[in-house]
């Protein structure tokens, strides 16, 4: 089966750093994805991870560890806009692009 | 960058009634696009794959008698949420799948379903 784990809620406060883990157990992989969520909105796209290492993307990087089955984002000078929550999926290897979601992650950034 | 527009964005109907819903590419040809729904505080889970000019691919407990999806063309699919009840209202939304396989997986902007 098909298993994605993320913490279902964080707070941190506004200026700081946070970190949204998520860790994977699927049939296959071929990559994964960070996407941010507001409420009553679609996701959008925040990062895509191949390879294993660091891709940083202005305030957000995102980390992969393929023998891991690990991924984590990184949030820089967190800003009160940033509460959200945040999706990691895990695209299926030769399913023509098909993405099993972990359950998000819900942010709430303090002043 | 490429666009799909769906709607509608929400929609209230009495339990028993047909909702229809639209995704439509812009400015690329889709033959692939993706059905999700999300529950609140959930997150999405792939209801289907629709195909163009081909039959649509239900995943596991999805009734496709229930759920009917049409990709007629390559701009245009469509889930059709048939006899509707409250236990369907959700957050209904479609994801294309590019041709260029360097593009980033994105989503159409959501339809909210709720049934009285």
């Known amino acids: 089966g098909q298993n994605i784990d993320q913490p279902t809620e964080m707070t941190a406060t506004e200026g700081a750093i946070v970190q949204i883990n998520c860790t994977y157990q699927?049939?296959?992989?071929?990559?994964l994805f960070w996407y941010q969520q507001h409420a009553g909105e679609a996701p959008t796209f925040l990062s895509y991870n191949v390879l294993d290492g660091l891709e940083e993307k202005g305030r957000f990087s995102s980390f992969l560890s393929r023998s891991k089955g690990y991924s984590y984002l990184l949030l820089k000078e967190l800003q009160m806009k940033d509460s959200a929550s945040y999706l990691c999926?895990?695209?299926?290897?030769?399913?023509?692009?098909?993405?099993?979601f972990g359950q998000g992650t819900e942010l709430s950034v303090k002043p | 960058g490429a666009v799909v527009s769906q709607h509608p964005s929400r929609v209230i109907c009495k339990s028993g009634t047909s909702v229809k819903i639209e995704c439509r590419s812009l400015d690329f040809q889709a033959t692939t696009m993706f059905w999700y729904r999300q529950f609140p505080k959930q997150s999405l889970m792939l209801m289907a794959t629709?195909?163009?000019?081909?039959?649509?691919?239900?995943e596991q407990g999805v009734e496709k008698d229930k759920f009917l999806i049409n990709h007629a063309s390559l701009t245009l699919s469509t889930l059709t949420v048939t006899s509707a009840h409250p236990e369907d209202s959700s957050f209904y939304i479609c994801s294309p799948r590019l041709q260029d396989p360097n593009e980033k997986l994105f989503f159409g902007s959501g339809t909210q379903l709720s049934v009285l």
């Open positions: 629709s195909n163009e000019g081909s039959k649509a691919t239900y």
């Open positions: 699927t049939s296959g992989f071929n990559g």
């Open positions: 999926a895990v695209e299926l290897y030769n399913q023509g692009g098909k993405l099993i």
